[in-house]
């Protein structure tokens, strides 16, 4: 079998990972705004104000600002999402080069402070909403279908500050008033939306990829936090087909599958319950429209009481989602046992696969868990799903011949692609791959150039040094060659 013919081949970014132009016509500042550059070996940081002095504290997927403190930009860091590499002023080219790759779907992000700065003024900023107009015009110009994230880690900083990283469900009106104006105002320009981005990160940082947070007011956050999410996600979705029945809104998954290390029954267990919190629950919530009967064993342990009322109940039963949609890059083993053979790096850490092998950022290459993803999670829903982030972060270089020779990116790529349609004979519906990304970008886990994961090449460095200029690599025209065979050509 090969892929079917309306599949979604494309490529994904975020908002504040490619436009720069961060405080250009009317934009406020969003959380990823005071979130500095970072390396393999150093963490990005959040910068603010606390009681008047400048203080910086480790940014993590997910995480907001410490109670009264207030965002600020440091002089003295960088701050590379300021610029990133300007797709602001460069969309056009971009768009362009995806459609020479024969791209079917595009998926981007908004900026919810190029809509509304602060987050909760009364109308939306008018030349916010020119822009992303003219950029889905653009893609509507070559047939390529937007596919948009709503929230991907971009937060307008007010709000975050005034309302303690969604402690208020204040918060569930602001952001349903904003999808609400995104729908209205691109009615027939955009079918697929998707709510939040990687929305079980806010447990998933907590206890994995070498983090272990234990006190109970930090999981009482957190899981009120994602409640009024779910019900901010469930909401917009209602409002979604109200305004038009033909729009399809998926959630999004940061995707991860962990492995019990050893037959014992105790790793077995704790890998089960390990899915539950950090993959599970947040699906489950947004797909069958209620919490699962493990919810209760997860807030016992960290004596967590949610603020839930009756109408929340309802607006979940009745805005589950359409489609499931998630990233993968990598699986991870559990152990209850002490093990010397350990990884770490970028969002990698703990015991270390035997038969797998790693990038230099530490993460797990392990295509075939992408195959036990997809057919575990479309066993457990039953709705279409799509791959919305994959691929490989590497150093590219320029070769003496001015190419860039990314083999190691078609590798990685080929080895998910054959594992999709694996899936897809097995019976999985699936419906688009958008591949992490289409165009290099700022990393989201370490804020380098440096580590690069498009088959567009953009001449930008670590520094902020660099021309912007735009260059094809090898990856971008093999993957060419892969939408206009359907799949079917991966040499």
């Known amino acids: 079998m090969s892929f079917p013919k309306n599949f979604l081949w494309g490529g994904a970014t ?272 947004q797909c069958k429209g209620k919490y699962p009967t493990y919810a209760k064993r997860l807030w016992d342990e960290h004596n967590v009481h949610l603020d839930i009322t009756e109408q929340d109940e309802k607006d979940l039963a009745e805005g589950t989602v359409d489609m499931y949609t998630f990233s993968y890059y990598m699986s991870n083993v559990i152990t209850t046992h002490e093990v010397k053979d350990k990884v770490g790096g970028n969002f990698s850490a703990g015991a270390k696969n035997p038969y797998l092998k790693y990038s230099e950022w530490g993460r797990a290459t392990d295509p075939t868990g992408l195959q036990y993803y997809l057919e575990v999670m479309y066993d457990r829903y039953d709705i279409p799903m799509m791959v919305v982030e994959n691929g490989l972060g590497a150093v590219d270089k320029i070769a003496d011949d001015g190419k860039i020779h990314d083999d190691y990116r078609i590798d990685y790529l080929r080895d998910h692609i054959e594992a999709m349609q694996k899936a897809i004979d097995d019976g999985v519906d699936l419906i688009g791959y958008t591949t992490w990304s289409c165009i290099d970008l700022v990393s989201a886990g370490t804020g380098q150039m440096s580590k690069r994961y498009g088959f567009i090449y953009v001449d930008r460095d670590d520094n902020g040094e660099g021309s912007l200029k735009r260059m094809p690599k090898d990856s971008f025209y093999w993957y060419k060659k892969v939408i206009a065979s359907h799949g079917e050509d991966l040499d």
């Open 14 to 285: 975020a908002a504040n990972q490619i436009e720069g132009a961060y405080d250009v016509d009317g934009k406020g500042l969003s959380v990823t705004d005071i979130t500095t550059a970072g390396s393999l070996n150093e963490p990005r940081y959040l910068t603010y104000k606390l009681n008047g002095k400048m203080e910086k504290a480790p940014a993590m997927p997910g995480a907001g600002l410490p109670k009264g403190a207030v965002g600020a930009i440091d002089p003295n860091a960088y701050y590379p999402n300021h610029v990133a590499i300007d797709f602001y002023h460069h969309y056009k080219e971009d768009i362009k080069m995806f459609a020479e790759m024969g791209f079917k779907t595009f998926r981007l992000s908004i900026a919810w402070t190029r809509i509304f700065p602060k987050g909760d003024e009364e109308k939306p900023n008018q030349k916010g909403l020119d822009f992303y107009r003219r950029v889905f015009e653009e893609c509507k110009k070559y047939d390529i279908e937007p596919l948009v994230t709503i929230s991907h880690y971009e937060d307008p900083l007010y709000l975050s500050e005034k309302y303690n990283d969604w402690q208020d469900r204040k918060m569930i009106d602001l952001y349903v008033k904003y999808a609400t104006t995104l729908f209205k105002e691109y009615k027939g320009l955009v079918k697929y939306w998707l709510t939040f981005n990687e929305i079980n990160t806010t447990l998933l940082m907590l206890n994995a990829f070498g983090n272990n947070v234990t006190d109970d007011a930090t999981y009482q956050h957190a899981y009120q936090k994602l409640h009024y999410q779910f019900v901010a996600s469930a909401r917009a979705v209602k409002a979604a087909h109200e305004i038009d029945p033909n729009y399809v809104v998926g959630n999004m998954i940061c995707g991860v599958v962990d492995y019990p290390l050893t037959s014992d029954p105790a790793d077995v267990l704790a890998t089960r319950h390990a899915m539950e919190k950090n993959i599970y629950y947040c699906g489950d919530v």
